[in-house]
């Protein structure tokens, strides 16, 4: 089996992306793969560590700067021609998106030459490109049962979930005692991606201070950037843990009690996953404010809480800890409705989905 996989930009595309060809390479062993990402963003870097060969063309999202939106124009185009060589001398049997603004060049070269294609959506929200994509695309995925309905005029849509929730139940578990903590004590977990959020970072201070007598643990991960200013003349309690990063968050997770989290898709999907209660504080920086939908999509479920950033407030986020640890009702079910709207085996139900696509 041949594929092309396009992805980039965030590790919320780039990871579902290489989830699938992890899958598809334990069931296929004969698999070839050919990654075509942008040229100056983390793929780049990313994927050839990876040891997967790989194609970076030249292209950006739209913007309100004229002069660099002509110019985007020009390239999309030119990149259509560029993507169809590319896709000619590698003759795939089929082209998987996973959005970014890099995957339209590749998927609409793709189409052109009257090749299968797979289009993944991972948000709730339909970003732009898949959108655009989306009803010439043979078979398209969607990580939230609810984003079927918007994708009406496409030719077939399926609910999948997001393979990076799969990952994350292989993950080796991190006791609590690996990183000095108690075994015995519940513990919540608290970060704000992979970088970390000085904004979250300036309410948080004050949400450990009252945690430090609580009956519970907190692990606080800053990011690498913010951890020595975080930590910078601070004394916290024993039952406090602060980290700039942990590699195997999964791992942990599966010992948590609670995240408190931002609401990307590849967390949420972690989150449903393991069934772990959450309460999601989603980052208002990103395009189409997608991860408050994400939040919302939980919290419509009775399958988690959500803070929006402008109104989070230390001493409120502690009661919410503070009541939903000791509501053991309310935290049950929770956890059932996490069960019940999750996708745990997404990675095989793709590769099933590919696999008939091919054989049609």
Known sequence: MRIVVSAGGTGGHIYPALAVIDKLKSKHKDLEVLYIGTKNRMESELIPKRGIPFKGIEIYGFTKNV??????????????????????????????????????????????????????????IVGKT????????????????????KFKNAKRVVYTGNPCGEAATLAKPIKKSDIGLDDKKKLVIVVSGSLGSSTINDK???????SRKASYQVVYITGNKHYDDFVKDTKFAPNIKVLPYLDNLSGLMKNA????????????????????????????????????????????????????????????????????????????????????????????????????????
């Open 204 to 210: 948080m201070k004050e949400f450990l201070l009252l």
């Open 257 to 360: 009690q609670l995240i408190i989290t931002r609401a990307g898709a590849s967390t949420m999907s972690e989150v449903l996953a393991l069934n772990l209660p959450a309460i999601f504080i989603p980052s208002p920086y990103v395009a189409n404010n997608h991860q408050y939908y994400n939040a919302k999509e939980i919290v419509n479920n009775n399958a988690g809480l959500m803070v929006e950033e402008k109104e989070l407030e230390a001493a409120s986020l502690f009661k919410m800890v503070e009541d939903l640890l000791k509501d053991k009702q309310r935290y049950e079910i929770i956890k059932m409705n996490l069960k019940n709207i999750g996708k745990s085996d997404s990675g095989d139900v793709i590769v099933k989905e590919i696999e008939e696509l091919l054989h049609e």
């Open 130 to 149: 898949n959108k655009a994509l989306a009803n010439n695309i043979d078979l398209v995925a969607v990580s939230f049962l609810s984003t079927m309905k």
């Open 67 to 124: 002069l660099r939106d002509i110019k985007n124009v020009y390239l999309v185009t030119s990149n259509v021609h560029k993507c169809k060589k590319i896709l000619k001398e590698f003759k795939p049997d089929l082209v998987l998106g996973f959005g970014g603004y890099v995957t339209y060049p590749v998927l609409k070269a793709a189409k052109k030459l009257k090749l299968k294609t797979f289009l993944h959506e991972q948000n709730s």
